[in-house]
């Protein structure tokens, strides 16, 4: 990141940005921040949150650590960590991807990286566990979507859900009996955690 007397020259877009204090969506991740400082670009209407702003061209980041990954501007692309598929709705056309293994991942993801084990609860028994290779599944949430990335597997029930579904645990529909007898848990309830702008509410990670 650079700055002179005209403003801020940054890897997310071409024009030079200037410092913003508005709390709306953001054009870089298309989601709407609870921190709101950022840039803005006065000749394109363009709003970037202050951490997708400051993302360098190439990253290094734990849900692909074998190959570095790019910045890069596309009209249409599926982040295949959440599944979200990202169109020109939002003016969100920035992404990381890793050309060698067909990995792309949008800048919301690669800010909160989703945790590698996770444990709902109310919902399912079981930990569900964010497996790290790219597969085709049956989302087994209500969204019923297919969807091809790396999603939250149960091997006990061979269940696989979106990261968003998991996230939304309205959204699954196997609601089981909770037994946790055999291991101690931390209840959080109506917490943000590693997702900040998702209200997590009686979520209960394993130890």
């Known amino acids: 990141m650079t700055m002179d007397s005209k ?30 400082d950022g840039y803005y670009c006065k000749t394109c209407d363009f709003f970037v949150h202050k951490k997708c702003g400051e993302f360098s061209e190439y990253i290094e980041h734990p849900s692909h650590s074998s190959h570095t990954l790019q910045l890069e501007s596309y009209p249409v692309f599926d982040c295949k960590l959440c599944g979200r598929n990202r169109d020109c709705k939002y003016f969100v056309q ?16 690669a800010k909160y990286p989703p945790p590698e084990v996770i444990d709902i609860s ?45 996230w939304h645990p309205s959204k699954l529909k196997y609601p089981l009996e909770v037994n946790h007898s055999s291991h101690p848990c931390t209840l ?3 917490s943000w955690v590693d997702h900040p702008n998702i209200l997590m509410e009686n979520v209960v990670f394993a130890d």
């Open 7 to 36: 403003g801020v020259s940054l890897p997310i877009h071409a024009h030079l940005m200037m410092p913003w204090t508005d709390l709306r969506r953001g054009d870089c991740c298309g989601r709407l921040e609870v921190i709101s």
């Open 94 to 109: 920035n992404l990381f991807c890793c050309e060698i293994c067909d990995f792309t991942m949008d800048l919301y993801c």
């Open 122 to 166: 109310q919902k399912h028994h079981h930990k569900l566990t964010l497996l790290k290779e790219l597969i085709k599944f049956d989302c087994d949430a209500k969204c019923g979507i297919d969807g091809y990335g790396f999603p939250y597997k149960c091997h006990e029930c061979d269940l696989a859900f979106h990261v968003d579904c998991v």
């Open 188 to 190: 959080l309830s109506s």
